[in-house]
């Protein structure tokens, strides 16, 4: 009679630990689904206006070169950006059009021209970014634009 009661108690045992583990499992998925269903219900950060800074890069002909550059967002639809490039190239002033977007968080964004792009991450009022030309020539560097 004994031996009935151990195999009971045992049994018992393992059932409430596996209901525990599985209210636990629950409990967990249902905290993540609660997190994903955030982002989405946030709204944009808004990116329109003046962002500056300075940069060098590196130009084939082996000089290191250095240049002003303003990011002009002119107009944004939720996360759907459009704007200028202006920088300065051996005294030439200069200005491209951009199209791009950000992620939905707000913390990182993608910006195209013709030739080159420019990818990176928003924090507060400051962009850090990435721009790569793959048009003649090449060119690479990263900048730090913050808002005026």
């Known amino acids: 009679m ?6 009971e108690s045992r049994h018992t045992l393992h059932m409430h630990r596996r ?15 609660a997190g ?7 709204a944009p950060i808004d990116l329109k206006g003046i962002w500056s800074g300075t940069y060098r890069f590196p130009s084939v002909s082996n000089a290191i070169e250095e240049s002003p550059l303003t990011i002009e967002i002119t107009r944004q639809e939720g996360p759907l950006l459009w704007g200028i490039e202006r920088w300065t190239n051996k005294g ?4 491209a059009a951009m199209v791009g977007s950000f992620s ?3 913390s990182q964004i993608s910006l195209a021209e ?30 730090t634009v913050v808002r005026q």
């Open 36 to 42: 994903c269903g955030g982002q989405e219900s946030s």
């Open 2 to 7: 004994l031996a009935d009661f151990t195999h």
């Open 19 to 33: 209901i525990s583990l599985g209210l636990v499992t629950v409990a967990l998925l249902a905290g993540t689904l």
């Open 92 to 95: 030439e002033k200069l200005e």
């Open 114 to 143: 013709v030739g080159g792009s420019f990818n990176g991450f928003v924090q507060d009022n400051s962009m850090s970014l990435q721009f790569i030309r793959t048009e003649d020539p090449p060119t690479a560097f990263y900048v």
């Open 104 to 106: 939905p968080d707000g």
